[in-house]
Structure formats: C-alpha cells, structure tokens
C-alpha cells in the first residue's frame, strides 16, 4: 500500500509526466485551433477545453468514441503535476523561490480559467437607435415565454430555458393555469408556408400559426455568422384537457395570443433574456472610417446608464478598446448596423476576472527571478579566467 | 591584409551606406524629386505622390522597376506622372503581372508575349477587359475561402486594373487634350449655367445649350469624384475637419456651391499639362508654388513627406538585406579561414545591417506615429530585429562566429518575408477600429513579437548544430556545449517574452472585451509557443533530452512558431485574423517540411555525424 501511494506521487511529481501533458496540452489546442473553422469558437471550446473526453462521432451513426483527453482532464492532471512536484519534489532553497513563484502563479491562472470556465457569462444587448432596454439576450439560446397580458398594466412572464424545451421535460408553473408538455423539439430548423392540397404529414400544432406553417428540421450550424433557429411543438394542457398544440420558434416574429378562462396569454420563443438592474438607451451610434477609404477608424454608441435605484444616470460612450462597466458587466462594442441605426453590445460577466492579473504577475517575477539567477551565474562563470570555454 | 580586413570591410560598408543616404537628384529638366514629395491622402493617410507610385507599382508587377518599350528605366513618379497625364504612353508599359495560365488564356497573351515573361501592358489586355469582368462577376459570387486559383487570380487582377484605372482618373480626365483649358471654359459658363439652371427650375424660359454643356461637365466630373484613387486636394482652410481632402472631380463638383473653382485643381491640371506636353519649366514652377504654399499650411506634412520619399529611396531594409547575407557568407567562411579576421568583419557587417534596420523601423515609428509592430509586414521586420539584437550579444559573448551566421540568416529571411509582405500595398496602412490602441500594440504585440524572434533564433541555432554536426567535422565539443547554452539560454528569454507577450493580450482582452481568454485562435497560437518553450525546458531540467534532442525541440520550435505567426491567418476565423494570405500557405508548408526533414536528419545514430563520427559522447 505504502509502495502504491509513493508510486503514484511519483508518478504524479515527474517531470516526465509533465512534459507529456503539455504535449498533450498542445495538441489539443491546437485540433481545437483548426476545428474552429468548422464548428465556431463555442461549440469547441465545449468539445476540447469544457470537457473531459473529446468525443469522435463515428460517421452515419450516434455512436461517438472518447479519443483524447479534454480539457478539464489535462488541466486536472496538470494541476495535480503542480501541486503534488511543489510538495514531494522540491526542497526549498532560496534559489529556487522563482520557480515555485512561477509554478504557484500557474495554479492559480489555471483555476482562474476553470472558474472563468464555469462562471463567465455572456449575452448580447442590441439596441435600435432611442431604443432602452434593460436586459440583455443570450447570442445562442432561446426560451420559450408565456406572458400573462391580461392586467394591461403589467405583463406576468413565466420563461422557459431552451435546454428544457430539448429535454422535452413537462413544465407545470404555478402561475399558469395550464401545464406544457414539448412533443417534439428541433434544434435548428427552416419554416415554409404548408401548401394547401398537399400530400405529407399533417402538422401535428392544432392552434396558432403553427397549423399553417411546415417546420423542417435542419442539422446545428456552428458558424459564427449565422444562428441555430430552434423549433418546437407545444402542447397546452389545462385540468378540462387540451388547450391546443402550438408551434413556437424564434422565427415566428409575432406572439401567438390565446386566452383560458379570463385571462389572456401571448406565446412567443425568443433569445433568453438575463434582466440586469439597471437601463441603457442608445442615444447615438457612429461608424467613422478614415478619409478616402473603407477602413474603420472607430464604431462608438453613446448610451445612457440609468440604475434601478436611480443612484446612476450618466451618458456613457462605448467605443473599441473601451467598454462600459457596470454592476460588474463589460459592455462592448461588438456589432453595428449604420444603415438599419443599430448597435450590438456584448455584455460579459466574470466574477473571477482579478485572478489571471494576479497570477500573471506572480509567474512573470517568478520567471525573472529564476531566469535572472541563470543568467547572473553564467556571467559569473564567464567572468572566472579558469572556466572560460576557449574562444 | 589579414589583420586590416575587418577595419576594410567596416570602411567599405560604411561607405556604401552613406551613398545610398545621399539626396537623390534629378536626372531631366523636370523637378521629378520635388514631385514625388507632393503628399496626396490615399487610403486615409498623407504620404507622398513617391508611396503612392511605389506602392501601386509594388502591387501591380512585384517590384518597382519600369522600363518602357523604348528601353528607356522610368523612376516609379515619373511612371506614375505617365499614368495620371500621358496614360497612353502608359498603356504601352509592361507593368501588369499575370502568371496564371487560364489567366493568360483568357487574353490570348503566351508567356513570350510578357516582359520577363510575366509582365504585359494595358494595351495587351484591352481588348478582352469584358471577357474578364464577366470571369470577375462570377468569380464574385463565390465565398471567399472556395474560390480556385483561377477565381483568386481573376479577382486580383480585376482589382489591379481597377487601382491602375483610378489612378488614369486621379488628376485629370485621360482623354482630355488640356483638362486646364477645359476647366478655365467651365469656370467661364458657370454663372450663365448657374442662371439657366434657376429659371430652369422657375419652369421660365433659360439658355439650353450652356445648360447642357455644363451638365456634361458635371458628368465627367462626377465620374472623376467616383473613380479618382488619389485625394490630392488638402482640405479648406477654415474645414473643422482638416482630414477632410479631396479628389479633384468632388472639389469640382463643390464649384457648383462655391462660383468659383479651387485653385489647387488648376494647380494639378496645369502639372498634369506641363508633364503632358513636356515642358520642365512651367512644371517646375507650378510644383514650386504649390509646395511653398502647402509648406505654410502644412509644415508637419510636408516634412513628413520629405523624410519619407528619403526612406523610399535609401531603401535601408533592400540595402540591410545585402549586408546580413555579406555577413552570413563571412561568418560561414569563418569556420573554414582566417577564422578572425572574417568572423569580425561578420560582425561588422551584421552591425551595419542592424543600425540600418533599426533607422528604418525608427523612420517608419515617426512616420505612422505608431509602435514598431502595427501589421504583420512590420512584424516581420521586428521579429529580425529582435533576433539580430540577441545575436549581437552572443556574438560579442561568445565569439565564435554562431552569433553571425545566425543573425545575418534570420535577418535576411526577416526581411525577404517583408518584402513579400509589402506585395499588397503600402505598409504603412491605417490601423482598423479593434487595433487602434498605441498602448498594447506598444506592449502586448511588441512583447510577444519580440517572443517569436527569439523562438525562431533558438530553432536556427539547433539548425546549425544539426547542419554543422552531421555534414561537417567542424563541430567540436567546445561548439557543440556553446550552442547548446545558447539555446538554453534563449529559450529561457524566449519563454519569458512569449509568455508576457500573451499575458498583456490577455489583459488587452479583458481591457477590451471583458474577457481575459477566448480561445481565439491567435491567442491559442501564441499560448503554444509559450508551452512549446516550456516543454522544452522541463524535457531539459527533467533529463528527458541531451543536447541533440534539445535541438530537434528548437527547430520543431520553428515550427509553432510559424504556424502561430502565419497559420493562423490562413484559417480566417476569430477576432485577430487581419491578414489573410493564400500562397504563403504552400510556403509555410515547404518551411514546415524543411525542418520536419532536418529534425530526422539529426536522428541519424551519433557514428553518421561527421563531426561525431569516431568520437561517440
């Protein structure tokens, strides 16, 4: 027993066993790298970073295989290399103070990124000109909101994530009167207008615009130039039985509107809204290019940042290389449309975002302590007439 | 002889230097050097009508050398002049490079029909032009990335023609016999016109005829508002906005609103007619006027300007280029003769090289007003630069002639790769909206650049070992230890910088983006070069390799290196992929090749090294 547990701290505190993670480490950044080209920068990073195993799909089946390590494993057994080297190997010197400088700098940059992994969130807030919002839209996923509209005072909004929509999980909420069960789901699919007289499959939506409508599914894209446009079919349970099965997807621009009982609902799929406490409204958005030219000199939109407590009303400008913060979001410029006088500002949040700064810093002075020690004693050694190699 | 040779060299080297430094003087009647320091705004920066000719002579043909039918050279301004006032005498000049065969075929041309086989007029491609707009417009429609060679190359020359066209509009209509004349009648009409076209509105009777000539007018101007390449009309005087300069057809167009027209217009028809009619001296006055004029409202420019037409014609990175491989071949030599006397005027040499290219990246910093790595053409420069710097002091360390084989090598390819690289057009571009920021490109991209310099020394040196080891006996184990601390030692200094270098783009991005790492791919290549420099040492320290393998991880350094520097690009995809380049791939991939093949050479068993050969370790 106690030869196993000092060969696996062997085994963990080798240097051997580094080098082949960081081999390992390269390879898979680098297949992650090229593979961009064909899945987009999120579907990998899910594929090769936020992974344990990455997965090859056997071709014309839904088999798919384990066939390298992902991320979260070699991150995991770097990790583990670290610690364990720093404890069982290294017996401190003062000599050494840069390496276990750079090497403690490194553990902290890698659960920086594991929490960055885990933490960061990101959305979009696209704006029309004079438009405010408070809220911003995730730039992939979608929900399914079912908005009681009967007070016209205030709107009553129960959302439902994408990912339960794709489970196909039965939503029962105590604000409806009804539950919702998914009957079939696609992740990315086209719509046409259903030709009357023709053959094929009635459409299994019975309410709303759905019935009208043929929705065929499509694979996932992952380019980042264009979205996924899931489709769903709903149906409405209430206690007396069906209340309809409705088609909803992010194409359909309009709400589809039904009432039970006294109230009124409006059904509508859209991209999932994280709300935020305070407002923006674009006051100005600008595209300047450098004269007699088409290149962009600068894309700048001038918002107005009202806080629910009302502490903050301020004009802020957003432009490249300088993004508003606020109640711990980056707001940045992203995207633009000066003709259709539209601005995307992409909104990140990071809790952990102190911690690559300070790791950083910590592994650069460990680094040139260590090095600087190196280069200090070969100079030494130069300098001694005995030990000059003959030049 | 022996012991003078360095002190010859140096003096020699020096001297040549200072020849190219001197003020170029004219060879004609014509004042062609104060010409070409004329600034114009193209592509949203001032740079002189010198640039511009060098430039578009660059993107067209691939170098800057004119020769008309006649054999006579031409300067770039004066091919320039010909083509903005005497286009027809243009069209006969073979400065239109086509290489590709369908390309040719689409014209009827054969390879002979092509100076150096490759160059043709505009008159050889004339008379097929709708046959390649059609080729273009379908060519178009295809998305970039799966377009075929032909596609690219139709697409490419379309575009040259394009430029070479705007240029023919820049100062006056080609097909104008006195474009000053015709303006002088223009400025003669307009109120008349400007009164006709008033009634006209009124619904009353007005002048017809003057109506419709000035109407003509307005057209042909139009068109030269719409197609002019160059912007040589400096901005109002009282314009808040004093970037504001213009082509000669909009501030013609303007007339209408101002009565009268601006007299800088007159000032480049009347050099334009000076230049077509061939007479120097009211040539010269004209452009003496106009520069002693812009020198009062823009001194800045004109200096600017002056400095930069000396940096084009000193050419201090074609002159460095000569002296790092001078210098490469004296140090090789070295090994084999007087090992003194030429490894120093090596050394001289590659000093001389250095302080050139270190003048001409300082030129180009004041010149754009920016840090030394602003596209990838000037990082290429810096990538050399850098590299040389770490080579001087090898050298002067260890003086065994490595430190200049080395530098003269990566200085040469450094600069050879930028001279590539200037193909597309001036490299002194506007940088777009994500990249202005002084700050971290004064940080963040000179740090990591100055990180592949120093990665690509560390392979270059394992190079030489390799070369040096199994191809000749003269790597002794003295050598053999040098080099390898010298690797060592750079990969220390190369980890640093590459890691510091990707640390601040980090920052930037968090700065910018809210976000410190985004798996971009151009972070991701940086990220391996950082973990390529770790791997190797942690083999080094942990023992896993001895110094032929620390060399075989060297140059597959090169590799990472090349493949975050340039690869990247090719995969046109994330937030950094600015330049975009095709050929270059099958480059990389011969360069990637090369050092694959070199890294089994140096697998060879120790007893086939002819160094080693007899003395296994």
Not at chain 2, 343 to 363: E, K, V, Y
Request: hydrophobic content about 45%; charged content about 15%.
């Amino acid at each position: 027993m106690r030869d196993l547990l000092t060969g696996l701290l062997r085994f963990f505190a080798s240097l051997q066993l580094t080098v082949v993670l960081l081999v390992f480490s390269i390879m898979l950044v680098f297949v992650a790298t090229l593979d961009q080209v064909n899945l987009g920068i999120w579907a990998v990073q899910e594929k090769y970073f936020r992974s344990f195993f990455v997965y090859w799909p056997v071709p014309g089946s839904t088999l798919s295989f384990p066939v390298f390590p992902g991320g979260y494993l070699v991150g995991g057994f770097l990790f583990a290399n670290l610690i364990v080297a720093q404890f069982y190997r290294f017996t401190f010197t003062w000599r050494k103070i840069g390496l276990v400088l750079a090497h403690s700098g490194l553990v902290l940059l890698l659960v920086g990124e594991l929490l960055a992994g885990l933490w960061q969130e990101d959305f979009q807030l696209r704006l029309d000109q004079g438009e405010t919002k408070n809220f911003s839209e995730s730039s992939r996923l979608y929900e399914l909101a079912i908005i009681d509209t009967t007070d016209p005072k205030w709107d009553d909004v129960v959302a439902i994530p994408e990912a339960m929509l794709a489970a196909k999980t039965a939503v029962q909420h105590p604000k409806l009167p009804f539950r919702i069960a998914i009957k079939d789901y696609y992740p990315n699919a086209t719509l046409e207008m259903r030709r009357e007289n023709t053959e094929g499959a009635p459409s299994p939506a019975t309410a709303g615009f759905g019935p009208r409508l043929v929705a065929t599914p499509l694979p996932p894209t992952y380019r980042e130039d264009e979205r996924n446009m899931p489709a769903a079919f709903a149906e409405l349970i209430g206690p007396d039985g069906t209340l309809g099965t409705y088609l909803v997807t992010p194409m359909l621009v309009m709400p589809q509107t039904f009432s039970v009982g006294a109230r009124n609902f409006s059904l509508i799929m859209r991209p999932a809204r994280a709300y935020k406490p305070f407002s923006l409204t674009l006051l100005e958005l600008r595209h300047d290019v450098y004269p007699g030219s088409e290149i962009p000199k600068n894309f700048s939109s001038r918002v107005r940042l009202q806080s629910a407590d009302g502490k903050d009303n301020r004009e802020v400008l957003i432009y490249m290389n300088n993004p508003l913060r606020a109640g711990g979001y980056t707001f940045y410029q992203y995207q633009m449309n000066e003709q259709s006088r539209f601005s995307v500002l992409q909104v990140v949040r990071n809790p952990s975002w102190l911690l690559p700064y300070i790791s950083c810093t910590i592994i650069s002075i460990g680094l040139l302590f260590q090095f600087g020690i190196s280069l200090a004693a070969f100079i030494a050694q130069r300098r001694t007439p005995a030990n000059a190699p003959a030049a | 002889m022996k012991k003078y040779f360095p002190y010859i060299v140096l003096t020699l080297g020096l001297v040549f230097v200072a020849a190219t430094l001197a003020p170029t003087r004219n060879k004609t009647d014509f004042d062609l050097v104060g010409v070409s320091q004329i600034p114009v705004l193209v592509n949203g920066r001032i740079k002189p009508l010198d640039t511009v000719a060098r430039t578009s002579l660059l993107v067209l043909q691939g170098r800057q050398r004119v020769v008309s039918p006649d054999g006579r050279r031409l300067t770039p301004i004066e091919w320039l002049l010909d083509v903005m006032a005497r286009s027809e005498l243009a069209d006969t000049y073979q400065t239109i490079e086509i290489v590709h065969p369908d390309v040719l075929a689409l014209f009827n041309l054969k390879v002979e029909d092509g100076a150096g086989q490759k160059r043709f007029s505009y008159n050889q491609i004339k008379p097929r032009l709708d046959e390649l707009e059609k080729q273009a417009r379908l060519a178009d429609s295809v998305e970039g990335p799966r377009r075929s060679t032909f596609q690219k190359a139709v697409l490419q020359l379309y575009q040259n023609l394009h430029l070479y066209g705007r240029l023919k509009y820049s100062l006056v209509p080609p097909d104008s016999p006195s474009f000053l004349v015709e303006i002088k009648r223009f400025q003669e009409m307009l109120p008349a016109a400007i009164e006709a076209a008033k009634a006209r509105e009124a619904k009353k009777p007005y002048d017809e005829k003057i109506f419709t000539q000035v109407r003509e007018f307005e057209q042909r101007f139009d068109f030269m508002a719409q197609n002019g390449y160059l912007l040589p009309i400096p901005a109002a005087a009282d314009d808040p906005n004093q970037a504001n300069w213009k082509q000669v057809g909009r501030s013609l167009l303007e007339t209408f609103g101002t009565g009268s027209v601006n007299p800088n217009v007159m000032v480049f028809a009347g050099l334009a007619g000076a230049w077509q009619k061939q007479m120097p001296k009211e040539f010269n006055e004209i452009a003496a006027i106009y520069r002693e004029q812009l020198a009062m409202r823009f001194p800045g420019q004109i200096r600017r300007s002056l400095v930069e037409t000396r940096f084009n014609s000193a050419e201090p990175f074609y002159v460095a280029a000569e002296f790092y491989v001078a210098a490469f071949l004296l140090a090789v030599f070295s090994w084999l003769k007087w090992p003194d006397a030429l490894r120093r005027s090596a050394f001289w040499l590659m000093t001389i090289a250095f302080a050139l290219t270190t003048a001409g990246i300082l030129a180009r910093m004041w010149l754009e007003a920016r840090p030394p790595v602003t596209n990838l053409y000037s990082s290429a420069l810096f990538v050399g630069w850098a590299a040389v710097v770490l080579c001087l002091v090898l050298e002067g360390v260890y003086k065994n002639a490595i430190g200049s084989v080395a530098g003269g090598f990566v200085g040469f390819c450094t600069l050879l790769i930028a001279h590539h690289l200037a193909l597309g057009g001036d490299t002194m571009e506007m940088m777009r909206a994500v990249l202005d920021s002084n700050f971290w490109l004064a940080t963040h991209v000179v740090t990591i650049t100055v990180g592949y310099g120093a990665t690509y020394l560390a392979g270059l040196l394992g190079l030489i070992y390799i070369i040096r080891g199994v191809f000749t006996p003269s790597l002794d184990s003295a050598t053999a230890g040098a080099i390898d601390r010298m690797v060592y030692g750079i990969v220390c200094f190369a980890t640093f910088f590459s890691f510091v270098g990707t640390v601040l783009g980090g920052i930037w991005g968090d700065q910018a983006w809210g976000r410190f790492w985004g798996w971009d791919p151009k972070e991701n290549g940086a990220l391996i070069i950082v973990v390529w420099n770790a791997i190797i040492l942690h083999a080094r320290w942990g023992g896993l390799v001895k110094q032929r393998g620390l060399m075989c991880l060297a140059v597959f350094g090169n590799i990472v290196t090349s493949w975050s520097w340039f690869g990247v690009n090719m995969l046109g995809v994330g937030l950094h992929s600015y330049g975009f380049m095709d050929q270059a791939f099958w480059w990389l991939l011969g360069f990637i090749l090369s050092q694959l093949a070199l890294i089994a050479i140096a697998g060879l068993p120790l007893a086939k090294w002819r160094s080693f050969a007899g003395r296994v370790e």
